[in-house]
């Protein structure tokens, strides 16, 4: 459980530093308080939530077997270059095997370069929970 609350703060902090234009001390109640759907940061949040999926699909790609880790999760750290070139992958929590077999996926990926830059920012290092479809 714990792996999975980091993933998902970990993911909502990179999808606010990529929406954001300038440091905010607002309360995090306010975070979204001045959200424009068409202002440039709804244009990078849409980025980022698209070249999530991007990853995820590119790296279930490269899975064998996945009907063999039905049910398991695994957190994995990615870094990634300007590029999209892993630079490097660890895990971070989940079910060794599965683990195993998602870090040899992701090294196998040919992940896309960010979008933008702000994207970039997000993704370079980021906790991915991955689980097989």
Do not use: W
Not at 80 to 92: C, F, N, Q, Y
Not at 103 to 108: C, F, N, Q
């Amino acid at each position: 459980m714990k792996g999975r609350i980091i993933t998902v703060v970990c993911l909502c902090i990179a999808l606010a530093s990529a929406c954001s234009t300038a440091p905010s001390h607002e309360p995090v109640d306010d975070l979204f308080a001045g959200f424009n759907p068409g202002s440039k940061a709804a244009s990078s949040h849409s980025n980022a939530v698209e070249y999530l999926s991007v990853i995820t699909q590119v790296i279930q790609s490269h899975m064998s077997e996945p009907e063999r880790f039905s049910g398991k999760t695994c957190d994995l750290k990615i870094n990634l270059d300007r590029e999209g070139k892993v630079t490097s992958v660890i895990a971070v929590d989940g079910d060794p095997p599965l683990c195993g077999a998602g870090i040899k996926a992701v090294k196998a990926a040919d992940i896309p370069a960010p979008p933008d830059e702000q994207t970039y920012q997000a993704f370079k290092v980021s906790i991915i929970e991955f689980k097989p479809l």
